[in-house]
């Protein structure tokens, strides 16, 4: 997977220029739909753990070993992952630190979630969702003051129109809403970099 991202990450940068992207696996969550011979089930989670299942698709049986091989991850990790699968009644454990494919459930047998790991997971994505949010706006706060610093005053859509703008040449701007952007521009705010006043936007002088 790593060397997947690493070689889109090569061509990205061939592409344009300068422009290199920066890889946050852990962040996120992915919609993972699984067809079993007498059950169809959807999860939510995070991209190493959609890793270490899908690779269930290639073969049936893995070793932890192995399994790690292939996704280039440490064994800790991967035993956490493969553990959430097998309580969720998706994959066995036999002999040890051997998993194989459970096609047909087990009967009586429920999916349960590790000490409300799966809550926890979907609570910290989301809060690591957030985070990434303005970790990528960061990125275009140069863009914000180059702005800011030549045209004096503007207003939020002004700004996120501006951004839109120099997406279309080949940067993620656009996939920014008004809404997260101004968290971001108020945030500045809260941090005296920016100042707000009549619905305008401009660099705080006094806090510099």
């Known amino acids: 997977m790593y060397r997947k991202l690493e070689l889109y ?13 920066e890889w946050k696996p852990h962040l996120g969550l992915v919609q993972v739909e699984l067809e079993l011979a007498d059950r169809q089930l959807t999860f939510s989670v995070s991209p190493i753990r959609a890793s270490v299942i899908l ?7 893995w070793t932890v070993d192995s399994l ?12 956490k992952h493969l553990a959430f699968w097998v309580t969720q009644g998706v994959l066995r454990e036999h002999p040890t630190d051997t ?4 096609e047909y459930q087990e009967e009586g047998s429920r999916p349960v979630l590790l000490d409300g790991e799966g ?15 303005e970790s990528e706006l960061q990125v275009f706060w140069s863009y914000i003051c ?9 207003s939020l859509e002004r700004i996120h129109s501006m951004l ?6 080949g940067t993620g701007a656009g996939q920014f809403s008004q809404a997260q952007l101004k968290a971001f521009l108020d ?10 006043s009549a619905g305008m936007y401009q660099l705080n002088r006094s806090g510099q």
């Open 55 to 61: 690779q269930f698709q290639e073969q049936s049986t």
């Open 9 to 21: 990450g090569s061509v990205y940068e061939e592409l344009y220029g300068m422009r290199t992207l």
């Open 68 to 79: 790690c091989a292939s996704i280039e991850a440490q064994p800790s990790a991967v035993r």
């Open 146 to 154: 180059g702005m800011l610093t030549n045209l004096g005053k503007l």
């Open 164 to 169: 839109c703008m120099f997406a279309m040449q």
């Open 119 to 133: 809550e926890g997971e979907v609570e910290s994505a989301m809060a690591s969702a957030e985070e990434q949010k």
């Open 187 to 196: 945030k500045k705010v809260r941090e005296q970099q920016l100042t707000h």
């Open 99 to 102: 998993y194989s494919v459970l």
